[in-house]
């Protein structure tokens, strides 16, 4: 397994560059855009309400690979040339977005009416109330079902291999494929993943600890 | 304390998995391949599911149709006698070797060449096809053959050795892989790509179905197709060879040609007729 490892070293690392740059983009970007829906959806608009809640209930409920797909194959075709690794990470942010939304939003309405309302009453907007007010109190409930959600995107990542995005399972496939050491393979991807997912592990664990 | 104890339990944890996956525990596939085979008078063949012409599961039926299928009910008859049973099972490029390993199935016959590397790992038959790979395009292309491919994205499936054929000949283009040859049609078709390389007779099925797109370059390897079979299976192997001849003197083999090759624009059934 180590002369595995060690021959096909760089085809690991360039696997385990782009895994991690595909978790990174698709982490912050599904943070905002999910925190954003979530929102919408405790909004007093009910136009906005139900924008956030389609969004939710459509993405949530569709296979990560079927979007995934949808953006390598059919865009291309009629809007806009992307790549395999862009696909996959609009995909994995759209995609993990959804369910973001719906854990902060959880952790919106588990922060009492109360908060809100004295906010209002002390003039602030909606908007103020809920960033300086909700929000701060919102996060720091929802932080173990964040980190769930961050630890799946990363594992969730791995659809990039459908694609050909290059990461660290398209390696693992192809290096696999070539070698024929398909049980040694695999492993060391998955301790790659590992190498990625307990530190976030840790630091959500540690960052609980420190806020609660 | 704390911290240490979880330190242990993931290090634990991860040698178990080591542990596991080097013991090599000895699966079906280590038994008399012929005896069983004979016992159950069904050999179980991992068969392309995605190529037409060659081995594609007819959507209107179920049924598996092409070439490598019918060539497989041929030597199952010669090995088994005439009650002998054919079974089939869905292949990829990618798993065909494991699950032959593991005992899924008994051979593959799944446009697979024989190349020292493979040989390593299993064994081969005698080859049953000339195989050569080849570059499909879309029709008005500017792509004329496999060297204008430098700097080109191609595409192709993971686990064929049409990857490495591309970057030994046009080191510069570069090699998009796809899960299989249909998913590697259809980015080369939304424009993820230039050009799909493979084998010939794989590209050919594929231009048949989607007339826009054409075969250039012809061949610029040769690639004999074999029956891949597992180490230390030789009665089975002698068994599958000794049909194969047999499939190829009574005039089946070729009668099989014609039947699915005899009518393809660009592809000459004549070159890969055996006597």
Same mark, same amino acid.
């Given at each position: ?48 309400? #139900? ?90 409930? #929802? ?10 995107? #990363? ?58 | ?73 041929? @030597? ?28 899924? @199935? ?62 030994? @000949? ?106």
């Amino acid at each position: 397994m180590i002369k595995l490892l060690v021959d096909n070293w760089s085809a690991f690392i360039s696997g385990f560059g782009w895994t991690v740059l595909s978790s990174l983009l698709a982490l912050f970007f599904s943070l905002i855009i999910g925190s954003l829906f979530a929102i919408l959806e405790v909004m007093p608009s009910k136009v906005a309400r #139900v924008i956030g809640n389609v969004y939710v209930e459509v993405f949530r409920n569709i296979p990560l690979l079927v979007i995934t797909m949808f953006f390598y194959l059919v865009i291309p075709l009629y809007v806009v040339k992307i790549n395999g690794f862009t696909a996959g990470t609009i995909g994995l942010t759209i995609y993990t977005s959804a369910f973001i939304a719906e854990t902060v939003r959880s952790g919106i309405n588990s922060v009492d009416d109360g908060q809100m309302e004295a906010a209002r009453a002390q003039g602030m907007t909606f908007w103020q109330a809920m960033k300086n007010v909700v929000l701060p109190q919102a996060f720091k409930l #929802v932080i173990p079902p964040l980190g769930n959600q961050f630890i799946n995107l #990363v594992k969730n990542s791995s659809v990039l291999a459908f694609v050909a995005g290059f990461d660290l399972m398209y390696q693992g496939n192809a290096i696999a494929s070539t070698t024929f050491e398909t049980v040694n393979t695999y492993v060391v991807v998955g301790l790659f993943y590992l190498v990625i997912t307990l530190p976030i592990s840790y630091y959500m664990q540690h960052l609980e600890r420190k806020l609660a | 304390m704390k911290r240490f104890k979880y330190l242990a339990l993931i290090i634990t944890s991860l040698l178990l998995v080591l542990t596991l996956a080097g013991c090599g525990t000895q699966p079906l596939s280590s038994q008399n391949v012929l005896e069983n085979d004979k016992k159950s008078n069904t050999i179980t063949w991992g068969v392309k599911a995605d190529q037409k012409l060659i081995g594609l599961i007819d959507v209107k039926d179920g049924k598996e149709k092409g070439f490598e299928i019918d060539l497989a009910k041929a @030597i199952t008859k010669k090995v088994l006698g005439k009650n002998g049973n054919a079974k089939f099972v869905t292949v990829t490029s990618q798993s065909r070797i494991p699950l032959l390993k593991n005992g899924n @199935i008994d051979a593959i016959i799944a446009t697979m060449s024989i190349l020292p590397d493979r040989k390593k790992v299993i064994d081969f038959s005698d080859s049953y096809f000339d195989a050569g790979q080849s570059i499909l395009v879309k029709k008005n292309s500017s792509i004329k053959s496999v060297k204008d491919l430098n700097g080109k994205t191609v595409t192709s499936a993971v686990g064929s050795n049409s990857v490495n054929n591309i970057q030994k @000949i046009a080191p510069k283009a570069r090699v998009l892989q796809l899960p299989d040859f249909a998913q590697a049609l259809t980015a080369l078709k939304s424009g993820q790509g230039e050009a799909m390389t493979t084998d010939n007779v794989i590209l050919a099925g594929l231009a048949v179905e989607n007339p826009d797109y054409k075969l250039v370059g012809g061949t610029f390897t040769t690639e004999p197709y074999g029956i891949g079979i597992n180490k230390g299976q030789d009665d089975f192997r002698k068994a599958i060879n000794k049909g194969l001849k047999e499939v190829i003197k009574d005039g089946t083999y070729n009668k099989l040609i014609m039947k699915w090759f005899g009518n393809v624009p660009g592809f000459d059934y004549k070159e890969v007729l055996r006597k």
